[in-house]
């Protein structure tokens, strides 16, 4: 049976709280809205697969983890993408340079799927917002300072109400792949 996944980052329990404060005092403004109910998390990619293929996939990730190392991720500003109506809170620069080359090569292993990718790494608060609402929430939040230790990823399989949750979880094993050393046999 073909089910959808996501492969994402979740800030730390706190920041989690943080963002789900931050969303229900959105909805008190605004009423509800796409990702209302979403857990706090950093898109990596989607995609959609028949689980029998799953366990391929979930070795294909461990493998991948185990080379990258644990890194601070600091969230300290927000933004909107006008056009999908999307409210978000964006790390700083130091943090985005260090997540894309990791979301980069987290897609590239999971090559050959179909990906729905994400390349600018963000949290989302609200989507699909109306101009109104997307005003509303940029003065409603004006600052964050979010930090977490970004020390793994997470699978996540979308659930009949239209909610993913995690399904597993792939620690960052500090432990760089071996470079390929060309020896010589004379």
């Not at 190392?69 to 300290?76: E, G, S, W």
């Not at 997307?134 to 997470?154: N, Q």
Request: proline share 5%.
């Amino acid at each position: 049976m073909e089910k959808k996944y996501s492969v994402v980052i979740q800030p730390s329990e706190n920041g989690i709280e943080i963002i789900k404060t931050m969303k229900e005092e959105l909805a008190e403004k605004i009423g509800w809205f796409n990702s209302k109910n979403a857990v706090a998390h950093i898109t990596i990619c989607e995609f959609t697969i028949d689980e029998s293929q799953l366990q391929k996939y979930k070795q294909k990730l461990h493998k991948i983890c185990d080379s990258f190392t644990p890194f601070q991720i600091y969230l300290d500003h927000f933004g909107a993408y006008d056009t999908a109506g999307a409210f978000y809170i964006a790390p700083n620069e130091a943090s985005k340079s260090a997540l894309k080359p990791i979301m980069k090569k987290i897609q590239e292993s999971l090559k050959p799927l179909k990906l729905k990718k994400s390349n600018d790494p963000h949290i989302s608060i609200g989507r699909k917002l109306t101009p109104e609402n997307l005003k509303i929430a940029s003065t409603l939040f004006t600052t964050v300072d979010i930090d977490f230790l970004c020390k793994e990823i997470v699978l996540r399989e979308l659930e009949p109400h239209k909610q993913f949750f995690v399904i597993d979880t792939f620690a960052f094993g500090s432990n760089p792949e071996p470079e390929f050393i060309q020896g010589s046999l004379f």
